[in-house]
Structure formats: C-alpha cells, structure tokens
C-alpha cells in the first residue's frame, strides 16, 4: 500500500511561493508524488521534476480560476489510474500546504486500518509569517474537518461538486468511512501579508454570490486577526 501525494499546480515556481519547501516536506511520508500542471507559465514543471515528482500536462486553456472542477476530475479520473492501484492513499494538498510534524510519525497506523476509506484533517492557516496561525471568526480549526486523504479505488466515477471556487480537493464520492486523522494541515496562503488584500479581492471578484459560510469569511479577511503560535 502507497501513500500518493496529488496536487494541482500552476506558476508556483518563484521565490515568493512555496513550491520547493512543499515537495521537500512531501517526500518525507510520500512513496510518490504526482502533479497536475495547469499550464504554468513559470519554471513550475522544472522545480517539481528536479525534486523528482510526476508531472502531466494539461494542455487546454488554465481551468483553475474558472472550472477547477473539470481540472481535479481530470486529475482522479485519467491520471491517477496510471500511478495508484486499488487501496493506495491519496493525500490531496495544494502547493502552499504542508502537513503538520505528528503526520509523519502516525503515518503508518493511520494507512494500516483497514475498515477506514477517507480521513480528514485540521486545516491551520499561517498568518503574516510561517509561524504565527489565525485562530478568531471562521480562521478557527477547531471543530472543522476537512477530507484530504482518501483510499483509492479505480473502479470509482469520482466527481466533484460543479462549481467555480470550493468544490473540494478530494471527490465528493469518495470511500467512506470517514473519520478524523487527528493530523493538522499549516496552508501557508495567507503567510504574506503584502498579499492579503490581492487575495481578498481576488474571492470578492470571483464569487460574487458566496455561500453565507464563505461570506462570512470573505467579510473577515481584512480585520484585525487573533494570532497564535504554530506548534502542530
């Protein structure tokens, strides 16, 4: 059994981003990682391979900021099937992600159960720096769970939810059960805080009619946040 690492990736190669510390992390509990590019204009492809992940192609016009849904079906539908085999993990994370220290060290008993299908995780957003997290409003881990490691089955249509933004870094027909892995998630997107308000604008623009969870946090991202240290 094998633990994959999937990942979309677009222009994600310069210094200001995280790419390489993200692979690097990857590799230490990944038997393998595989990458979606969605057409980078950068040196994306180049670092990923340096590092010595798979990367396919996607040759259309980029999808991410428009149908992100037809990009991760793509992803688990035609280019999957070629690197896992049936009972395989697939650990879904973005390219600004890295999972928390405990992942490593509890990796092996989490894949060995057996009559487990999906695991969820806490999702802690770094605030400003790499080390400080935001823990007011909606930026709270506690009590969120989010599906991120899912056991693979070939055999499975998967699908995601038809929508521009949110629909989900793993299918939504995915192997259950599904149950918390007890592991936490550092998404380093909001590290930057020159690039908050480009961020913020970025979601009001681009979904204008938010779900009222979504609203809620688009409303939250420019005030002032309660910070805490990073640990996990």
């Given at each position: 059994m094998n633990l994959i690492t999937a990942m979309i990736m677009r222009n994600e190669a310069s210094e200001e981003k995280y790419l390489k510390e993200v692979l690097t992390e990857a590799h230490k509990y990944s038997d393998k990682i595989v990458i979606l590019d969605d057409n980078s204009t950068d040196d994306s492809i180049e670092v990923a391979e340096k590092l010595k992940c798979k990367v396919y192609t996607h040759e259309e016009e980029p999808l991410f900021m428009k149908q992100e849904h037809r990009l991760r079906e793509h992803l688990w539908r035609n280019i999957l099937p070629q690197e896992a085999e049936q009972g395989d993990f697939?650990?879904?994370?973005?390219?600004?992600?890295?999972?928390?220290?405990?992942?490593?060290?509890?990796?092996?008993?989490?894949?060995?159960?057996?009559?487990?299908?999906?695991?969820?995780v806490q999702i802690w957003e770094a605030w400003g720096s790499k080390d400080k997290i935001r823990v007011d409003g909606t930026w709270n881990p506690l009590g969120k769970h989010t599906p991120i490691l899912t056991r693979f089955e070939p055999s499975v249509g998967?699908?995601?939810?038809?929508?521009?933004?949110?629909?989900?870094r793993i299918p939504m027909n995915s192997v259950k059960p599904l149950i918390p892995s007890g592991c936490s998630l550092l998404h380093l997107g909001w590290a930057d805080s020159t690039k908050h308000q480009s961020k913020h604008d970025f979601y009001v623009e681009n979904d204008p009619q938010p779900h009222p969870t979504m609203q809620l946090h688009y409303d939250s991202m420019l005030r002032e946040p309660t910070l805490v240290d990073w640990w996990l």
């Open positions: 697939i650990l879904a994370l973005d390219c600004d992600e890295i999972m928390g220290e405990q992942f490593l060290h509890s990796k092996d008993q989490i894949l060995s159960q057996n009559n487990i299908g999906t695991y969820t998967y699908q995601f939810p038809k929508i521009g933004l949110h629909c989900g």
